[in-house]
T-cell receptor, first 111, second 113 residues
Framework: DAGITQSPRHKVTETGTPVTLRCHQTENHRYMYWYRQDPGHGLRLIHYSYGVKDTDKGEVSDGYSVSRSKTEDFLLTLESATSSQTSVYFC??????????FGPGTRLTVL | QKEVEQDPGPLSVPEGAIVSLNCTYS??????FMWYRQYSRKGPELLMY????GNKEDGRFTAQVDKSSKYISLFIRDSQPSDSATYLCAMSALAGANSKLTFGKGITLSVRP
């Protein structure tokens, strides 16, 4: 998975609780992305980062925030988890090309 | 109409068959086209990358882009059970890592031994 790890790999939480997912890369790539993948919707971009402290919204950013304080780490936070945020979350990285490399994913269940 | 439409599947074929996977799109600005393969409970991995119209071949895989018809295809020759996975098409309008990819929903392929 191109030097990308995601943690945790599985999480079950309750509605209303905050959740933070972590993406860590060892490739020193500038760009990092958070996607969610749901049946019937495919992969949808949540947020992305084009450098330390530089982030922007994707198509489904409501209810999510991100932070990137170091090149290697990109955090996704659900401030108050809802059942509609039950999904598989993928982190991806990219250097100066169009190619994005994906992490192994985090399976999140919100009860 | 969604920007990228992909045949919903699933698709089941016998080993050795030729497989054709297709996507259509509506945004004429798309110039960069990719196919990703995703095994069960894994992240997507890039399989093929093409720019503009034309064909690109890599082993048993051929990617075809027809921009005039807004149609892309992935052909798999001599399909193997190891090709069983979900295949996602993706495309972007801009070059460079700041371009955002738009994905199809994916089609699940099963190759029967």
């Amino acid at each position: 998975d191109a030097g990308i790890t995601q943690s945790p790999r599985h999480k079950v939480t309750e509605t209303g609780t905050p959740v933070t997912l972590r993406c860590h890369q060892t490739e020193n790539h500038r760009y990092m992305y958070w996607y969610r993948q749901d049946p019937g919707h495919g992969l949808r971009l949540i947020h992305y980062s084009y450098g330390v402290k530089d982030t922007d919204k994707g198509e489904v950013s409501d209810g999510y925030s991100v932070s990137r304080s170091k090149t290697e780490d990109f955090l996704l936070t659900l401030e108050s988890a809802t059942s509609s945020q039950t999904s598989v979350y993928f982190c991806a990285i990219s250097d100066t090309t169009d190619t994005q490399y994906f992490g192994p994913g985090t399976r999140l269940t919100v009860l | 109409q969604k920007e990228v439409e992909q045949d919903p599947g699933p698709l089941s074929v016998p080993e050795g068959a030729i497989v054709s996977l297709n996507c259509t799109y509506s945004n004429s600005a798309f110039q960069y086209f990719m196919w990703y393969r995703q095994y069960s409970r894994k992240g997507p991995e890039l399989l093929m990358y093409t720019y503009s119209s034309g064909n690109k071949e890599d082993g048993r895989f051929t990617a075809q882009v027809d921009k005039s018809s807004k149609y892309i295809s992935l052909f798999i020759r001599d399909s193997q059970p190891s090709d069983s996975a979900t295949y996602l098409c993706a495309m972007s309008a801009l070059a460079g890592a700041n371009s955002k990819l738009t994905f199809g929903k994916g089609i699940t392929l099963s190759v029967r031994p």
